[in-house]
């Protein structure tokens, strides 16, 4: 991955950089030495690392606004970071760059019942967030699968979403308002407790913008009731083609369910082997949740059972109590993990119109035995976002640049059938040059000019998003990273 | 009036433009008749383009009429949740809406507040920026974070970023049952509380308004027969505190109560200013106290409130400061351009906002001075 050459200017002032930061702290760290700094070469996409200039831990809005007013006159790139567990590279350092990690502002500042919304601080994890406000009856339903490890900062810079979003939409369907610090120190507030944007909606286009247009520093976020209870089921197909049709006429049947998840048989073997689920030997293997009362849940199942019937499953199970719920979702959980056991895997994120599941899957299949190399497939199968895993070997030379290949075929395939490169992991450095299979020059000039009236300088996470060449010409007009 | 017949036509028209062009859909806001430029409409480039029923998805051209795509769900049991308000009896308007200009101005209506608002549902759209040039954001599957979500940015600027052509939408399954559960002769503070408890219980209220005028709070539920019938009875039983209640549950009768309380019937035909106020709604009733208004109306569980006020009265200057934001509906043209349709923003805020619209639209000839 190529990644712009640091700029010697910044590196020959480190020492002064270094000085300023930890005068303009209180209580805040900077972290400069070599051997501490490898602590934030990279993000959860370990294939690449690289040490940051240094790292600085700001524990106010105050501290970050005095951060970025220093890098700012200085003319130093910022890499904001939550807790680093972006799949994509959306935290990856470069040598002339400053880490500005938010874990220490994890505060909650307010919880308000009447109104059904939490103020917290984003270095916040997304779990501690439904653990603030649990007891009470409520949770916050964006439930990406990291949620113990992932910050709210990265959670709104990604617009990540869950297992559950099919019914609760993703993070920028839940947040009403952020503070955020613009690269030259201003703090600006963005929304708030109300429901909609007074002007041009600033707050949709800060959600998903992967650190690149301001710091977030505080979010307003929406809570929910807690459902009375939830169940699910889990049903086996002898065909891709089956289980997709099953999906498509739930949903056409008006049930909407909180998560229709998919394995294949290559992620079912996996995981049986694994966790021991007791899942059936089956080509395809869905989940379905769905939530409310006992007896609104079993209406709700009974439709669903009926419908999934009518396709000749070859398993039909519903869980008769927790336990069994538990060992539904085994599986699913640690499907992951199961794969990891196999080999290395690199993780994508691709998103295809439900349509076109048999057929992706199929040509999926194809491309693996012309690439030579395993895959394993987890849907979210409801809104068409896949998370193919590719299973390489990091200690075989040539072996990571294959499966890469073979990740950007997938990714195209996406497209190509009328879905997007990314789903809810971010495009980071890891899909930043493929942006110009789904985009045109005039549909990311679009985008970048987002970025002029916000950072004028491209200070903020470089080399994210947009691939090099579309970019250049604004990077070397400033000056920086050339 | 400009009726360009297909997006090339309009990338064409608005290339070649020499001045100021004021942009509408069917025209039912009323906006053009004291707007500066050459009128523009997109009511000509129509057409579902594509929906997958099992997908959830359709895709439609900005000027198709709402009702066309109201029509064409309904034969597949679906439907907009996001419930876009018609305007025209409150403003005295004719035209039809368009599907475009709910997206440009995100529209919703009463289902907001537990569903989301029509900018949670736009998927993709094309359109055309002030120099011209045609984009492309988002797509047509439901989840996509590939790049900036200008998705979002467009949803609500009014066409001062740029004239949408097309929209691609999330749409849901129409529901088997719906019932209301009705309060009576509550305080303002006390149907905000009821409303506030409603919404916070977990049996899934779809709708939540009270109107001053008849002393009246209604709480929507919607779903599966048997479960809008036990959610009922446990809201009812949940609210038994505040008000007996009684429930309406005969399909057309709910219906009619909520497009009642979608497009604001109840301050159709009456004179005086419309402000329409986006606050945290337990402040819904003190700031509805400090307005002076004639007539108001609670939506969202407070969150939305329509104001009837006085002709020409500043009621933000009235408000003074308050977490949210008022924004004026249906005035004359002389309180339009004095007063302003949009709540200025602070300082930084404006300066993006203009900045992005100068980014945009350069030459600043899309509906110039609408929003700031
Ligand atoms: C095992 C595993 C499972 C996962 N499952 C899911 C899943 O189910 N769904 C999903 O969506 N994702 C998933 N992810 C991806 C990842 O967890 C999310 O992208 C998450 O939101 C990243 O949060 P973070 O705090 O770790 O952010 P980081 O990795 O630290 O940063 C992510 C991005 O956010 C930016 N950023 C960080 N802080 C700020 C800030 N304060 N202001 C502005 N920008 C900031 C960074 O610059 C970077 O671009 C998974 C990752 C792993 C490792």
Redesign the pocket.
């Given at each position: 991955m190529e990644m712009p050459k640091p700029n010697p200017e910044i590196l020959l002032k480190k020492a002064r950089i270094v000085s300023r930061l930890q005068e303009a702290l209180y209580d805040g760290a900077v972290i400069h030495d070599e051997a501490e700094t490898r602590a934030y070469e990279c993000?959860?996409l370990s294939a690449y690392r690289c040490p940051p200039l240094c790292a600085v831990l700001p524990s106010s809005t105050e501290e970050v606004s005095a951060i970025l007013k220093i890098c700012h006159e200085e003319g130093v790139p910022v890499?904001?970071?939550?807790?680093?567990?972006?799949?994509a590279g959306?935290?990856l350092p470069t040598a002339d760059a400053v880490i500005l990690g938010?874990a220490r502002l994890n505060a909650v500042l307010e919880t308000d019942y009447p109104n059904r919304f939490i103020r917290v601080q984003?270095g916040r994890t997304n779990l501690s967030v439904t653990g603030a406000v649990e007891t009470d009856g409520f949770f916050y339903a964006p439930d990406?699968?990291?949620q113990l490890?992932?910050?709210i900062?990265?959670?709104?810079?990604?617009n990540?979403?869950?297992?559950h979003c099919l019914k609760y939409g993703v993070t920028t369907n839940n947040l009403l308002g952020v503070t955020m610090v613009l690269m030259d120190g201003t703090v600006v507030e963005v929304g708030g407790a109300h429901m909609d944007a007074g002007g041009i909606d600033l707050l949709g286009v800060i959600c998903g913008s992967?650190?690149q247009l301001?710091?977030?520093?505080e979010a307003t976020l929406r809570i929910l009731p807690k459902p009375e209870g939830a169940r699910p089921v889990l049903i086996g197909y002898d065909s891709n083609e089956v289980a997709g049709e099953c999906v498509s006429d739930i949903i056409k049947a008006g049930v909407l369910p909180v998560a229709i998840e998919f394995m294949d048989r290559p992620c079912i073997e996996a995981t049986e082997a694994f966790a021991h689920a007791g899942y059936p030997m089956c080509e395809a293997l869905l989940i379905i949740e769905v939530e409310g009362s006992p007896a609104e849940i079993d209406e709700q199942l009974a439709l669903i059972k009926e419908i999934a019937r009518r396709h000749n499953p070859v398993e039909l199970r519903e869980a008769q109590d927790a336990d069994e719920a538990a060992r539904i979702w085994l599986g699913r959980k640690s499907a992951?993990g199961a794969m990891g056991q196999i080999n290395d895997y690199m993780c994508l994120d691709g998103t295809i119109p439900v349509s076109a599941l048999p057929y992706v899957l199929r040509r999926i299949g194809e491309m693996s035995r012309e690439y030579g190399l395993g895959v394993g497939n987890v849907f979210h199968a409801g809104d068409g976002n896949m998370h193919p895993l590719i299973l390489y070997d990091a200690n075989k030379p040539g072996d990571l640049e294959l499966c890469e290949a073979f990740g950007a075929d997938i990714l195209k395939l996406c497209v190509e059938v009328g879905g997007c490169l990314t789903g809810?992991?971010?495009v980071?450095i890891e899909k930043r040059d493929l942006m110009v299979v789904q985009f045109t020059p005039e549909d990311l000039e679009a985008q970048m000019r987002v970025k002029d009236v916000f950072d004028p300088d491209w200070l903020l996470?470089p080399a994210?998003v947009f691939p090099l060449a579309s970019s250049a010409t604004r990077r070397a007009a400033t000056g920086v990273a050339a | 009036m400009i009726r360009p017949a297909s997006e090339e036509d309009l990338a064409g028209v608005v290339a070649g433009a020499k001045g100021p062009l004021s942009i509408q859909g069917g025209g039912t806001r009323g906006f053009a008749d004291n707007a500066e430029g050459e009128r523009l409409t997109t009511s000509g480039i129509t057409g579902i383009t594509l929906y997958e029923p099992g997908a959830l998805t359709l895709v439609a051209r900005a000027g198709t009429p709402v009702e066309e795509i109201r029509e064409r769900l309904a034969r597949d049991n679906q439907r907009l949740p996001f419930e876009p308000m018609d305007h025209r009896a409150l403003l005295g308007t004719t035209g039809e809406p368009t599907i475009g200009g709910v997206v440009a101005a995100n529209i919703s209506g009463p289902r907001r507040v537990m569903v989301g608002a029509a900018r949670d549902y736009a998927l993709g759209l094309r359109f055309v920026d002030g120099r011209g040039m045609v984009i492309r954001n988002g797509g047509r599957v439901m989840k996509n974070v590939t790049g900036y979500d200008l998705v979002k940015l467009l949803s609500g600027s009014y066409g001062t970023l740029g004239i949408l052509t097309e929209v691609s939408l999330k749409v849901l399954p129409k529901v088997a049952a719906s019932a209301t559960i009705v309060l009576g002769g509550l305080s303002d503070d006390r149907a905000v509380a009821a409303m506030a408890a409603a919404l916070g219980s977990p049996f899934e209220v779809s709708g939540a308004a009270h109107d001053p005028g008849t002393g009246e709070t209604l709480l929507r539920l919607e779903g599966f027969d048997e479960s809008v019938r036990y959610r009922s009875e446990r809201l009812a039983e949940l609210l038994k505190t505040f008000a007996p209640s009684r429930m309406e549950s005969d399909a057309d009768v709910v219906a009619k109560l909520w497009a009642a309380i979608r497009d604001v019937t109840a301050f159709a035909g009456k004179e005086g200013d419309v402000w329409r106020l986006s606050v945290k709604p337990s402040d819904a009733p003190d700031l509805v106290g400090r307005s002076g208004a004639k007539q108001s109306l609670y939506d969202w569980g407070g969150g939305l409130v329509w104001l009837r006020c006085d002709d020409g009265t500043d009621l933000r200057a009235r408000l003074a400061a308050f977490a949210g934001h008022a924004t004026l509906i249906r005035a004359n043209a002389q309180t339009r351009r004095g007063l302003g349709i949009f709540q200025p923003e602070p300082a930084p805020l404006a300066r993006i906002s203009a900045g992005l619209r100068a980014q945009f639209d350069p030459r600043g000839i899309l509906n110039p001075g609408m929003m700031g």
């Open positions: 993000d959860a890499v904001p970071r939550g807790s680093g567990t972006s799949l959306g935290a938010v984003t990406p699968s990291s490890a992932c910050a900062a990265g959670n709104i810079a990604m990540s979403g869950g297992a992967e650190g301001g710091v977030v520093t992951f809810e992991h971010g980071g996470n994210k | -």
